[in-house]
């Protein structure tokens, strides 16, 4: 076996036989910068809760504002529910307003958006 047999064929091609492979120029797409990778992993990680999940999209689902009083059964206590939104509201996905008893939530928009800025196959 020699040590060529494990190099794609587009690379012999580039180096040619007998010599070294070279990597190919354009095989690394484009980098997200260090400040949009911290913010994309912070709403993913926000995202990444199944509750916290579908907490956002039933306010963002919404398409205004939620009283928390129409959002509590996800399954878990109210305490954990207000844990989970204010993950939310850290990362940004979503605002809130205090009216006597109740707080309204809502979705701030363009923040999923962000997502859109990962690199697709």
Do not use: F
Request: proline content about 8%; overall charge neutral.
């Amino acid at each position: 076996m020699t040590a060529t047999n494990h190099v794609p064929e587009q690379l012999l091609r580039i180096s040619g036989p007998g010599t070294a492979p070279v990597c190919a120029p354009g095989t690394v797409g484009d980098e997200l910068s260090p400040a949009l990778a911290e913010e994309l992993a912070g709403l993913l990680k926000a995202l990444a809760d199944p509750v916290r999940l579908r907490l956002y999209s039933r306010i963002a689902g919404a398409r205004g504002e939620v009283c928390v009083c129409d959002i509590q059964d996800v399954g878990v206590s109210q305490p954990t529910v207000s844990h989970h939104l204010r993950k939310l509201r850290e990362a940004g996905l979503i605002d809130c307003e205090r009216r006597g008893t109740w707080v309204y939530y809502w979705a701030l928009p363009g923040r999923i958006d962000l997502l859109d800025q990962l690199p697709r196959p």
